[in-house]
């Protein structure tokens, strides 16, 4: 029964997780060891909502991972149908080449996809954002009739020096505090001074 000791991987990868010992007593269907394949990874990123309609399947990404050097070039396969609830995001997954095997499982990767998109955004200072118990980022609102401010929930987008895009909760033209937020609630009187 010497041949039924020996384990063979059903493709070449590389191994990722041992789960037993040397001497260590297993029966059938227990697994031993947890093997990839990483000659092809996919790559996950979200995109905001306001951007989902420049991005499409077989579209080509920029990819870049610290550890790995110069810009790796992937497409589109996957893209999320539901937007996740505290973001207002997509899921996109794309496919990339790995020839050295040099990316693995859990690093991280900056994703640059090219639009056709010269529409404005909406971007407030970086210190209006405000991040609550569950993350979820909020913005508070001044109400020029009744002079008072409310909280808004939006979702933030890229960053550019000090400010902050804003995808998904504000309006244009609308009034933003950006001091001495931190002690106001959702309806705090507020006095509006003109500049």
């Given at each position: 029964k010497l041949s039924e000791t020996k384990l063979y991987s059903p493709f070449s990868g590389v191994l990722l997780k041992k789960?037993?010992?040397?001497g260590?007593?297993?029966g059938t269907g227990i697994p031993l060891f947890v093997i990839?394949?990483?000659s092809k990874v996919k790559v996950s990123a979200f995109i905001p909502e306001n951007e989902l309609h420049n991005i499409k399947i077989g579209q080509e990404a920029l990819i870049r991972v610290p550890s790995v050097e110069g810009a790796m070039t992937g497409r589109i396969t996957e893209i999320g149908s539901a937007a996740d609830i505290a973001s207002r995001s997509f899921s996109v997954r794309m496919d990339l080449d790995n020839p050295g095997l040099l990316i693995r499982p859990g690093m991280i990767a900056e994703i640059t996809l090219s639009t056709d998109n010269g529409e404005e955004l909406i971007a407030v200072p970086a210190q209006a954002v405000m991040h609550d118990?569950?993350?979820l980022s909020y913005v508070y609102v001044a109400?020029?009739?009744?002079?008072?401010?409310?909280?808004r929930n939006i979702s933030p987008g890229r960053i550019f020096?000090?400010?902050v895009e804003i995808t998904a909760g504000l309006n244009a033209n609308e009034l933003v505090v950006t001091a001495g937020q931190q002690k106001l609630i959702d309806g705090s009187p507020v006095i509006i001074a003109k500049q």
């Open positions: 789960l037993c010992e040397t260590e007593i297993t990839s394949d990483i118990y569950s993350n109400d020029t009739v009744n002079n008072k401010a409310f909280r020096d000090d400010l």
